[in-house]
């Protein structure tokens, strides 16, 4: 089974301000992987998809990068509504099985 | 609108069975992956099972031969069937639209309680 590791748990960062979000899987998984926003009270939304894909409607300051076992989602200038937890999820090519990391929360300085 | 609803949730006895469906709408159903995650109160997301557009199903081992996804394409829905549910399957249970192997419409939830 592929491990997801997501660091820190808990990113203090000011708006305006970049935050930058560590995601690592225990075995490579490729380019197959996810980010996902959730608010609190609300289901995910996805942000980015194969790696450095940004999904429909998500904001230029979202950017996602890595292959392999290494991924990195950055926010370049952290607005209000951006204050939230990031979940990472990689896709396993066979047998089919996702796998979610544990969350970075996003939180105001 | 793309939506995704979610009903079936409620409280069950440990030891219970409990069915969820999920109401598609504003997509071709047929034509793509479905998955059922949840989350348990302050935790992170689980992925709980998937089903293919041609009916092949795939499940974590915390749930395999307990629980059962399935699909109804003329209507429309998604379902999950839960036997032998124990108190760590309390959980918002989320029906989420597949698209190249993310998920990328999710419900609102329904919550499962499994308590005496």
């Known amino acids: 089974e592929i491990v997801m590791t997501q660091s820190p748990a808990t990113l203090s960062v000011s708006p305006g301000e970049r935050a930058t979000l560590s995601c690592r899987a225990s075995?490579?998984?490729?380019?197959?992987l996810a980010w996902y926003q959730q608010k609190p009270g609300q289901a995910p939304r996805l942000l980015i998809y194969g790696a450095s894909t940004r999904a429909t409607g998500i904001p230029a300051r979202f950017s996602g990068s890595g292959s392999g076992t290494e991924f990195t989602l950055t926010i370049s200038s952290l607005q209000s509504e951006d204050f939230a937890v990031y979940y990472c999820?990689?896709?396993?090519?066979?047998?089919?099985?996702?796998?979610f990391g544990q969350g970075t929360k996003v939180e105001i300085k | 609108e793309v939506q995704l609803v979610e009903s079936g949730g409620g409280l069950v006895q440990p030891g219970g069975s409990l069915r969820l469906s999920c109401a598609a709408s504003?997509?071709?159903?047929?034509?793509?992956?479905m998955h059922w995650v949840r989350q348990a109160t302050g935790k992170g997301l689980e992925w709980v099972s998937a089903i293919g557009t041609a009916g092949d199903t795939y499940y974590p081992g915390s749930v395999k031969g307990r629980f059962t996804i399935s699909r109804e394409n003329a209507k429309n829905s998604l379902y999950l069937q839960m036997n032998s549910l124990r108190a760590g399957d309390t959980a918002v249970y989320y029906c989420?639209?597949?698209?190249?192997?993310?998920?990328?419409?999710w419900g609102k939830g329904t919550t499962v309680t499994v308590s005496s």
């Open positions: 989420a639209k597949g698209t190249l192997h993310v998920m990328d419409v």
């Open positions: 075995q490579s998984v490729s380019s197959n």
């Open positions: 504003g997509f071709t159903f047929s034509s793509y992956d």
């Open positions: 999820q990689q896709y396993n090519n066979w047998p089919p099985l996702w796998t």
